[in-house]
């Protein structure tokens, strides 16, 4: 039998797919609240793009840390990962092609 | 020193590419003998994307505003409306990625099937996305030199 995944492997793994789709949720919800949302954004740390890195850090870091009970086969892990990549990545570039 | 920083972060993002590669075909051939280069090159990978991104973003609040307007009135503004825009928020998750890296290479990649296809998904993930995120910059740079070039 298979030795299972690391117990950070699952929670940081778990913590990255979550991330990734909350990071490009917030690019459509910051770029379509340019009243409130991105003037916040900006206020926080003199740019929006510095204070969306640091919500996606400390997002990935907490949920990484928190995440640690979860268990989850490695097939699972690895296709949620690349399912929330590509969808978010799509979801990006789909925004600024379309809309944005 | 505007143009020494633009190309280390280039550079350094080549790096990151280059050794998501790296350990992407290590790890087709994980046997015990290669494992700590893998762990090696992944937590290099790790800390260079860093790097990068402190380079990268410290010249794009301080300096890019400038090169954007250029950029906007010139024939490809959508250098910066499609491709910069993309770019600046794709290459997070590359961050994430690439920070994930070292930690999925903490497992036994040699005798566990699904641990090394989980580190090949994330080390292919970060190879295409390190491409798309290069060459973007590339149509970023021509839209930036068509700006000033005499019509």
């Known amino acids: 039998m298979e030795k299972p995944l690391g117990k950070y492997t699952v929670s940081f793994g778990l913590s990255l797919a979550l991330t990734c789709l909350f990071s490009s949720l917030l690019v459509v919800v910051k770029e379509l609240s340019d009243k409130t949302v991105l003037p916040l954004m900006k206020q926080a740390t003199g740019h929006h793009w510095v204070t969306h890195s640091v919500i996606d850090v400390i997002l990935f870091v907490a949920m990484g840390f928190l995440l640690t009970k979860v268990q989850i086969s490695p097939e699972r892990l690895t296709r949620l990962i690349v399912a929330s990549v590509v969808i978010g990545g799509l979801i990006i570039a789909g925004f600024y092609l379309f809309v944005g | ?151």
């Open chain 2, 1 to 151: 020193m505007v143009q020494v920083m633009l190309m280390i972060h280039a550079g350094l993002g080549l790096l990151v590419l280059l050794a998501g590669l790296w350990v992407f075909v290590e790890a087709l051939n994980a046997h015990q003998s290669n494992l700590a280069r893998i762990r090696g090159v992944s937590l290099f990978a790790a800390v260079v994307m860093w790097l990068t991104l402190f380079v990268a973003g410290y010249w794009y609040v301080v300096y890019y505003g400038v090169e954007k307007a250029l950029i906007l009135k010139g024939p490809w503004p959508f250098a910066h409306e499609f491709y910069m825009e993309t770019k600046e928020h794709i290459i997070l998750m590359l961050l994430l990625l690439t920070t994930f890296l070292p930690i999925a290479a903490r497992n036994d990649l040699a005798g566990n099937r699904g641990a090394r296809n989980l580190f090949l998904s994330v080390a292919c993930l970060i190879v295409l996305i390190g491409i798309v995120v290069e060459g973007s910059g590339g149509i970023i740079s021509m839209g930036s030199k068509l700006a000033v070039m005499p019509k």
